[in-house]
Each structure stands twice: as C-alpha cells, then as structure tokens.
C-alpha cells in the first residue's frame, strides 16, 4: 500500500472521526490533529505527484477557507476548532470539490442543530447525568460541535476528489 492511499484511506477518515469525537466530547478539535491533517496532505501530495500548479490551488482554497472561517470565528459564530479543520480539509479537497463540502457541511450542520435543539428540549436521560460531556451538550447555554457535521461532509465528499483519484488510482 502506498503512502498516499494509506493517507486517503486511513490517516484523513481516523482524523475526521476524530475530530468529530473530540468535538462532541470536549468541543474542541487540537492543533496538533490538523497539523497531522497538514503533514498528511503534504505526504499524500508528494506521493501523488501534484503538479506545483494543483499544489497551489489546494493551498489557496485551505487560505481562502481559513480566512473565511477565521471571519466567522471573529464574529462567534463558529469555534476555532471549526474553522481551523474547515481550512485544513479544504487543503485536501482544492477548490475542485470545495462546493460540495461547504454544502454538504451546512446541511449536516443545520441537522444536527435542530436535533441538539429538539433533544436539549427533553429532560437529560438519568445514565447521562453523570456524563460532564452530555451534560454540556444538553446544556441550552453551549454551543453546536460542528465538527460533527464538518468531518461527516469531509468523509462524504472525499471520495469525489482528485487527490481520492490519484491516491486510489480510479
């Protein structure tokens, strides 16, 4: 298996579950799992022998997120986390597949609002009650882990991406 398929089909899909996992569970995405993100694509990148042209546009459309992301972060309406992994996917997707992923990512992420907001409604069920990370998520008073819905559309939308194509070789 090459390096580049190991990064496609092991290192991005453990870091988004990650992600979405550490979202939930703490509302926070670590620098240190982008940074994996980041090293990951540059090794996936090399392997796949992107042309310095393909490489800068995938460059551009992670800046281009970051920038947009970081705004929405600067405003309150996202965390941190959220903007940084937003940013570090789009470096994997270019702009080829960015489309897809912000659509797919909003949608996902309007569902699971609606479900915290419908559940959050609803007495905590007794077993939770001792879980500090359902008690946060329960709480009125928090915010959305939309990390979730970032790394459900990343996982979606991976498949359709030219770094996909090249690492699998369909």
Not at 122 to 127: A, K, S, V, W
Request: overall charge positive.
């Amino acid at each position: 298996m090459s390096l580049s398929m190991i990064a496609v089909l092991v290192v991005f899909p453990a870091a988004m579950a990650y992600a979405a996992a550490s979202d939930m569970v703490s509302m926070t995405i670590s620098n240190r799992l982008c940074l994996v993100l980041v090293v990951g694509f540059a090794i996936c990148a090399a392997s796949v022998g992107l042309s310095w042209t393909q490489l800068g546009w995938h460059l551009a459309a992670g800046f281009v997120v970051l920038c947009v992301s970081f705004g929405l972060f600067a405003a309150g309406w996202i965390g941190g986390g959220d903007a940084k992994l937003a940013a570090v996917t789009a470096l994997w997707f270019g702009f080829d597949q960015l489309l897809p992923y912000v659509f797919i990512s909003a949608v996902a992420g309007g569902a699971l609002t609606l479900a915290l907001l419908s559940l959050r409604k609803m007495p905590l069920p007794r077993p939770a009650l001792g879980w500090g990370w359902a008690q946060r998520l329960h709480d009125k008073n928090e915010g959305v882990p939309y990390g979730i819905a970032l790394a459900f559309a990343a996982l979606v939308v991976l498949p359709d991406t030219t770094i996909w194509r090249a690492a699998i070789g369909s």
